[in-house]
């Protein structure tokens, strides 16, 4: 009854609105600000006699907005439809070799765009498996991940992604970079939603602050974990860890 309920869970309930609220707060806010640059570059446009050179310059520049809130939304559709549906089942599976090859061509063509070429990616390929997932969201963690070291590595960076099997069973796959590095103290909350080190970079290059809440949600519905390591001044290496349950011999592919 009534009565009986302990301060514990009112302090839970209060929490969770409180949550709550801040999210609110945060997507209107991301939202706002994109819609803020637009709204003045069309003030601009419509008052100013302009070049066609600087039109197509402020055009380029409202397109990138635009961008930005299609990340943010996509990035907010996919987190509120991993929130609710169950855990994968074992319907569908991928070689961990295409997994990563498929996202590391997508990494490369975002360093091509960002970078002009100079950034190093590869691959050090481990043992061949099957991981029991779903497609779609095992891709778009890994993305996330590879994304991040090649907007946050700089022009010079190197990026290596792997994997290899765990102690016990399992698998992981790993990115590392060797970028800026994250600092101890920051460790703990990057995987809260809009939680960034650095506000600008984040904005600049494209960045949503969902990236790793995603990623951190994949692998936990697939029963793994999000291992971060880093040192300042060095880089990053981020690991999807997937548990024995979910991991099968290369060769129960074939037909
Ligand atoms: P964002 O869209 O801002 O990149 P994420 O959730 O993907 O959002 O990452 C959260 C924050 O973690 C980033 O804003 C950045 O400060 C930090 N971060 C993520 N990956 C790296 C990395 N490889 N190197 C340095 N910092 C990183």
Redo the contacts with the bound molecule.
């Keep these: 009854g009534r009565r009986l309920m302990l301060t514990r869970d009112v302090t839970a309930i209060e929490l969770a609105e409180a949550m709550r609220r801040d999210f609110v707060a945060n997507v209107s806010h991301e939202i706002r600000s994109p819609l803020t640059v637009i709204s003045g570059f069309i003030e601009t446009l419509q008052t100013l006699e302009l070049s066609a050179e600087e039109r197509a310059h402020f055009l380029a520049l409202m397109q990138q907005q635009a961008q930005r809130m299609q990340n943010l939304v996509s990035d907010l559709l996919l987190l509120s439809r991993l929130e609710g549906s169950p855990p994968p089942d074992e319907s569908e599976c991928v070689a961990v070799a295409d997994w990563v090859s498929e996202a590391l061509t997508q990494a490369q063509a975002l360093s091509n765009v960002l970078h002009g070429g100079s950034q190093t990616l590869s691959v050090v390929a481990g043992p061949p498996r099957l991981v029991v997932g779903a497609r779609s969201e095992l891709l778009s963690a890994l993305g996330?991940l590879l994304s991040?070291?090649v907007?946050?590595?700089g022009a010079q960076g190197h990026i290596d992604v792997g994997w290899q099997e765990r102690a016990d069973g399992g698998l992981e796959v790993w990115v590392r970079?060797d970028?800026?590095?994250?600092a101890p103290e920051h460790l703990p909350r990057?995987t809260e939603r809009f939680?960034?080190?650095?506000r600008s970079r984040?904005r600049e290059s494209g960045?949503?602050?969902?990236?790793?809440?995603i990623v951190k949600h994949v692998i936990q519905r697939h029963g793994g974990e999000l291992l971060i390591d880093s040192v300042v001044g060095q880089g990053?290496t981020?690991r999807l860890t997937l548990p024995p349950a979910r991991i099968r011999p290369a060769a129960s592919a074939e037909p």
């Design positions: 996330n991040n070291a907007r946050y590595a970079d970028g800026p590095g994250i990057l939680y960034r080190v650095d984040s960045g949503t602050g969902l990236g790793l809440a990053s981020f």
